[in-house]
T-cell receptor, first 115, second 112 residues
Framework: GAVVSQHPSWVICKSGTSVKIECRSL??????MFWYRQFPKQSLMLMAT?????????EQGVEKDKFLINHASLTLSTLTVTSAHPEDSSFYIC???????????FGPGTRLTVL | SQQGEEDPQALSIQEGENATMNCSYK?????LQWYRQNSGRGLVHLIL?????REKHSGRLRVTLDTSKKSSSLLITASRAADTASYFC????????????FGKGMKLTVNP
């Protein structure tokens, strides 16, 4: 089946620093990738949708200048949390979708802790 | 905004029993999907049911969809301790939107 990886799996950083999270589709070309955020014991909230080669579409309430998304290739999307603060601590999950299916394949998630 | 609402929020059963989880949603959908998430991990896709389908089976899983009531149920038969996880429903909307809207999730604990 389709495999999506994320790196790093966890990261701890100081407040004010920027953190980059990578999402890769390992065995298929992902024309669309999605970024979600999940707070403890809560559901997944879609942050943004990115299509390869174009700007990401952000959900209402998500700051595009704080959460920079780049989808430069068909197998890689990155999410950069700029000037991270403790309230940005969360579990970030990406998913990827290919051309021929509506199914989204999810990565294992990245746990971000901002001190 | 969240659309799916799982019911109950938490369920604890004994191994071998069946577990039923319900999901309600608010708007018209193209499909409804169920996912499992083990603690602190990513999501595993379980099953997708389209809006023109009423029931679907996959192994020990049975999903029903009632579009008139805007609800779905996931039945896990003969549960195992390994089924312990959080379960989410997610809806894909009509109109060609790619987005999935997730429900709050339900924590299932299967006691050995």
């Amino acid at each position: 089946g389709a495999v999506v990886s994320q790196h790093p799996s966890w990261v701890i950083c100081k407040s004010g620093t920027s953190v980059k999270i990578e999402c890769r589709s390992l065995d298929f070309q992902a024309t669309t990738m999605f970024w979600y955020r999940q707070f403890p014991k809560q559901s997944l909230m879609l942050m943004a949708t990115s299509n390869e080669g174009s700007k990401a579409t952000y959900e209402q309430g998500v700051e595009k200048d704080k959460f920079l998304i780049n989808h430069a290739s068909l197998t890689l999307s990155t999410l950069t949390v700029t000037s991270a603060h403790p309230e940005d601590s969360s579990f970030y999950i990406c998913s990827a979708r290919g051309d021929y299916s509506n199914e989204q394949f999810f990565g294992p998630g990245t746990r971000l802790t901002v001190l | 905004s969240q659309q799916g609402e799982e019911d109950p929020q938490a369920l604890s059963i004994q191994e071998g029993e069946n577990a039923t989880m319900n999901c309600s949603y608010k708007t018209s959908i193209n499909n409804l999907q169920w996912y499992r998430q083990n603690s602190g991990r990513g999501l595993v896709h379980l099953i997708l049911i389209r809006s023109n389908e009423r029931e679907k089976h996959s192994g020990r899983l049975r999903v029903t969809l009632d579009t008139s009531k805007k609800s779905s149920s996931l039945l896990i038969t003969a549960s195992r301790a390994a089924d312990t996880a959080s379960y989410f429903c997610a809806t894909g909307s009509q109109g060609g939107s790619e987005k999935l809207v997730f429900g709050k999730g339900m924590k299932l604990t299967v006691n050995p």
